[in-house]
């Protein structure tokens, strides 16, 4: 019996041809289509995976700015002068109780349950002697058994809870008197929990699961999507104790996207199982299936008509092969010929320009998608329609007798017009400052003039342009986390502005509670979750150039300086004003 080799030296040289060329086709199209289905597949859930972290970061930040909202409702019921004169006050007659209920609780709570329609009460937990009055005004030993009770009355911050299934609450203690009383009240408002997770809930009909966990790591809120047995549902442990963006569950491959709540300390976790996202991927195995049918029937035809004249043009195809067998799927070929080799070599380009194709497809389908997406939330926001708003609300102020409306109505107006700038990149110095000085205006009226705002401009800065929008972040950080952390008010808030040389520096200081030492140096590095000053030195140094930007000084309990420098530049720069 003859041997393989024997065997070999015994074929003709078309069937030497034929073989050989098998051999060398027949590996590289069965490793291309094992190659384009692997690509295919990371690029479908890599594709996925970006577009499920866009959407859970738009609605957790929508989240965000609602809860933010109502720490904002909180922070004006709870600093407001008349609500806790009346809520630390011992009663002597049932008059003055009346009064308390009807000229300012009753009054100030209503108002603020129809500027917010989720809000379902406002319940003053009373530690004094207030009766029960509905449910605005509660006795505070009515509220001990509740799971909120002892976290808020320990903690003067806000606290956020889900007791119930379709409730969602906001819970603080209220400052206590100056005057040096014992008296404990809370705050208590308690929101739609429909309303407020609506966002999650159209996440879920993507076939993808919503976990949001406090900051204990217990779930406040969960979604499943359509189809899947809850008993399919990976716990909410798994996700936490998973360092990785994917996790195996019951023999089910997920996908794992998170993204943080700041302003309640919550993060929200969605999963969805990776075989829906692979899915989308059976049309292209089977084409590439069909094309390498193809192409193997090919081979066996055109080899036996194969002859010497050809076996160079089978090695530049060869070539080409293992090029895009190494991953460059942007190589070329062409052949003048009309024969079997030209034809094969066509055939090729052809599978690989529809590959090509395929991919591009679904590259250039989930771009656009993105793109309509972030159109329809930019066609949200209607200026002119916010401006005539406000206007409304300012001359119906106005004809209400009520000026501190009318003025909290003006300064929005002010603030957002100045802030939106047209979508102009650039403004002015003078604009810039007006936007920051309504700001603080709208401050000083949510916080009760606690603080005292003083102005040191130095004359003729108006004319010069810079980056719109990099005040305001400062003043916010000076207010909230230095002067609002002042155990004893009296805070002042110093915004300077002089020109030094070919520079305007900018300075917003603050009598606040200053910041730690130790996370001082990292403030400019790190990422603090919002619109922050590490966003606002990024901007400057992306702008302007490496030597500009900001710098922070800070002393515990005496307070915070940041430093903003840019270079000085006049109006006459219109071309960079209509960016």
């Known amino acids: 019996m003859k041997s393989p080799i024997h065997l070999l030296k015994d074929l003709t040289f078309r069937k030497k041809i034929m073989l050989c060329f098998l051999l060398v086709s027949i590996i590289p199209v069965a490793i291309l289509g094992l190659f384009c289905y ?10 996925e995976e970006a577009n499920l972290q866009s959407s859970l970061q738009q609605a957790a930040d929508s989240l965000d700015n609602q809860i933010q909202i109502y720490n904002n409702l909180s922070d004006y019921l709870a600093f407001d002068s008349d609500l806790n004169e009346s809520a630390n006050r011992i009663y002597t007659n049932y008059m003055e109780l009346y009064d308390a209920y009807s000229k300012t609780i009753s009054p100030l709570f209503l108002s603020m349950k129809n500027l917010h329609d989720d809000v379902e009460r406002i319940t003053l937990y009373s530690g004094t002697n207030m009766e029960k009055h509905g449910n605005m005004v509660i006795p505070l030993q009515d509220a001990e058994g509740e799971i909120w ?3 808020s009355i320990q903690s003067s911050k806000i606290n956020w809870f889900v007791p119930a299934e379709d409730i969602v609450c906001a819970v603080r203690r209220m400052p206590e008197p100056d005057s040096g009383g014992t008296a404990k009240n809370l705050l208590y408002i308690e929101i739609d929990s429909q309303k407020l997770f609506s966002s999650f809930l159209e996440l879920s009909k ?13 779930a406040v809120y969960s979604e499943i999507f359509a189809g899947l047995d809850v008993s399919e549902v990976p716990p909410l442990e798994t996700l936490l104790d998973s360092d990785s963006s994917s996790i195996t569950w019951n023999s089910s491959d997920y996908t794992v996207i998170q993204a943080n709540i700041p302003s309640c300390g919550w993060d929200v976790y969605l999963y969805k199982p990776i075989h829906l996202i692979t899915d989308a991927a059976t049309p292209i195995v089977l084409t590439v299936a069909f094309i390498i049918m ?6 066996v035809l055109i080899g036996w008509l194969l002859s010497h004249a050809v076996v160079s043009r089978i090695e530049k195809l060869q070539k080409t092969m293992q090029q895009v067998e190494g991953g460059d799927m942007g190589v070329t070929i062409t052949s003048e010929s009309h024969d079997e080799v030209g034809d094969l070599i066509r055939s090729f380009q052809k599978m690989l320009d529809k590959i090509n194709a395929l991919i591009n497809e679904v590259y250039t389908g989930k771009l656009a998608q993105k793109e309509a997406e972030m159109r329809a939330l930019q066609a949200q926001i209607n200026p002119h ?9 300012n001359w ?6 009520a000026p501190d409306i009318s003025e909290m109505a003006q300064l929005l107006s002010t603030f957002y017009r100045t802030t939106l700038n047209k979508g102009k990149q650039l403004t002015s110095v003078a604009d810039e400052l007006k936007n920051t000085r309504s700001y603080i205006d709208i401050q000083r009226i949510m916080h009760s003039g606690q603080f005292e705002a003083i102005y040191q401009i130095e004359e003729g800065l108006g004319e010069y342009l810079m980056l719109n929008l990099l005040l305001q972040p400062l003043v916010e950080n000076a207010i909230v986390h230095g002067l609002d952390q002042r155990p004893d008010g009296g805070g002042i808030l110093r915004i300077t502005a002089a020109h030094k040389k070919d520079t305007i520096v900018f300075m917003v200081e603050d009598n606040g509670v200053g910041i730690d030492p130790q996370a001082l140096p990292n403030l400019l590095t790190q990422d603090s979750g919002g619109y922050g000053i590490k966003n606002v030195h990024e901007r400057i140094q992306l702008y302007y150039g490496k030597e500009f930007g900001l710098t922070l000084e800070s002393k515990l309990s005496v307070g915070t300086r940041a430093t903003l420098t840019i270079p000085a530049r006049r109006k006459n720069f219109e071309s960079q004003l209509n960016q």
């Open 206 to 218: 993507n076939s993808c699961g919503i976990y949001l966990a406090d900051s204990n790591g217990s």
């Open 149 to 151: 009770y002892e976290p």
């Open 385 to 393: 329609f916010l401006y005539n708003s406000l206007s409304l609300i």
């Open 396 to 401: 119906r102020a106005i004809r209400a007798d």
């Open 294 to 299: 193809l192409c193997l029937i090919l081979v």
């Open 38 to 47: 692997q690509q295919t597949k990371a690029l479908l859930v890599s594709q």
